[in-house]
């Protein structure tokens, strides 16, 4: 069964420091999605992505944040210059176009902001 | 007003009991809704899409009531394997899945 995957699963660093997340999404779905969730709290969307740009990105997804789909596979997610309130589990999802598709979601990325 | 909304509980039942979960959303424009499941430290899975007409996939039924925008999940007979926490999703007209804060379920021997 196609699934979406993430690496790291788990990232540690500085303070300050930039992380790159690395996804990739199902092969024949359109819509790509990342997300966050703070220990104990909701799945935040950030941004999503369609046909090779930004469709869409919430208040967190700020200056701080990019996002790149450098190849036909890879979707990344930058932050330039991370804070220890970004700590917290980002999900990669992807779907097919149309507004009854479902998405899927990778495994996640636990990154602790030190 | 939270776009989609949920009671996080904890719903705290014996095995084989009957629980039920709402959910209300507050775009009138929504075109899709989900239930989701999401276990400790882990990604959201598909558990079942939520049709107009009402749908079941064994255990589980899911209905939509439109004119008073919510979602319900019943669960039937519960399984110890059934706790987890619910996640409400729903989908407007950007195509983006907007989630509520989940349902926590635990089902005890």
């Known amino acids: 069964e196609p699934e979406v995957t993430q690496t790291p699963s788990h990232q540690v660093t500085q303070m300050g420091q930039e992380v790159i997340l690395r996804c990739v999404p199902i092969?024949?779905?359109?819509?790509f999605y990342w997300y966050r969730q703070i220990l104990g709290q909701k799945v935040e969307f950030l941004v999503s992505?369609?046909?090779?740009?930004?469709?869409?990105k919430s208040e967190i997804f700020d200056d701080q944040f990019s996002v790149e789909r450098p190849d036909g596979s890879n979707f990344t997610l930058k932050i330039r210059s991370t804070k220890l309130e970004d700590s917290a589990m980002y999900f990669c999802?992807?779907?097919?176009?149309?507004?009854?598709?479902?998405?899927?979601f990778g495994q996640g990325t636990r990154l602790t902001v030190v | 007003r939270k776009e989609v909304e949920q009671d996080p509980g904890p719903f705290n039942v014996p095995e084989g009991a009957t629980v039920a979960f709402n959910c209300t959303y507050s775009?009138?424009?929504?075109?899709?809704f989900f239930w989701y499941r999401q276990d400790c430290r882990k990604e959201p899975k598909l558990l079942m899409s939520?049709?107009?007409s009402g749908n079941e996939d064994g255990r589980f039924t899911a209905q939509l009531n439109r004119a008073s925008q919510y979602i319900s999940l019943l669960i039937r007979d519960s399984k110890l394997s059934d706790s987890a926490t619910y996640l409400c999703?729903?989908?407007?007209?950007?195509?983006?899945?907007?989630f509520g804060r989940g349902t926590s379920l635990i089902v005890h021997p």
């Open positions: 999703v729903v989908k407007g007209g950007s195509y983006i899945p907007t």
């Open positions: 999802a992807s779907s097919e176009a149309g507004a009854y598709t479902e998405a899927f």
């Open positions: 775009n009138s424009a929504s075109q899709s």
């Open positions: 939520v049709y107009s």
């Open positions: 092969s024949n779905h359109l819509y």
């Open positions: 992505f369609y046909n090779n740009e930004i469709s869409e």
